[in-house]
């Protein structure tokens, strides 16, 4: 592959990667938000994903997290871990509880579901203070297997994804350089442009400038 073959490919490549990446933000968000009306609506929380009415390709699920324990007063859990375990209090600057010790109270919590802990040494149940149980927002999973993602890739290739996908990310409009792949034409045609630059100055012998080894160095970060 020649240097202006790769040139071509990298500005394709990352033209195309930002262009999908603004729209499957924006599809993303829209999945989660009809998602969770559903399941408010109806209780759907999954979904299978299929083209032209064809085969399932995949599945995608609102998941939600499970509630973790979290300390919402920092002074009532420092008091707690003091009255019953001092030897977890570090003393700098400030009174506070060891970061593993206070890890190790969270997950316990997290994992009980409820803001108690069960010393293992005594078997005595505290109550933690200041740790309260805190939801974390649902999100969405998206599960599309090699055959699928094979699926979706003809469908692109033959162009029979036109309802899902903007008509700018097209093949035929990559090709045609229409909407957006306009300026991936441009940026192309200018790589094209300096590789011949470059390309005589290396004819013209630039190996053999006095400077080549300074350029050399910048270019791997070591000089300005």
């Known amino acids: 592959m020649s240097l202006k073959d790769i040139a071509a490919r990298a500005a394709v490549l990352s033209t195309l ?47 939600q997290p499970k509630a973790v324990a979290a300390v919402a007063d920092i002074e009532k859990f420092t008091a707690w871990v003091m009255e019953h375990f001092r030897t977890e209090i570090e003393r700098k600057f400030v009174t506070s509880v060891k970061p593993g010790f206070q890890k190790k109270i969270l997950d316990q919590v997290t994992a009980a579901g409820v803001v108690e802990w069960a010393d293992p040494e005594t078997g005595v149940i505290h109550e933690v203070p200041g740790v309260t149980m805190q939801g974390r927002a649902a999100y969405t999973r998206m599960t599309v297997p090699d055959a699928g993602k094979a699926a979706i890739a003809q469908a692109w290739r033959e162009g029979r994804l036109a309802t899902a996908v903007p008509p700018a990310l097209a093949p035929a409009a990559v090709e045609s350089g229409e909407g957006d792949t306009s300026k991936l034409i441009a940026r192309i045609a200018e790589l094209e442009e300096r590789d011949d630059w470059l390309s005589a100055l290396e004819a013209a012998g630039v190996d053999n400038w006095q400077g080549i080894e300074v350029a050399h160095e910048m270019r791997r970060g070591g000089a300005e």
């Open 17 to 63: 990667h930002d262009a999908i990446g603004a729209e499957l933000k924006t599809a993303k968000k829209e999945l989660e938000t009809g998602l969770k009306t559903a399941k408010a609506e109806t209780g759907t929380q999954k979904i299978s994903v299929s083209l032209d009415e064809g085969p399932d390709v995949g599945t995608i699920s609102l998941v």
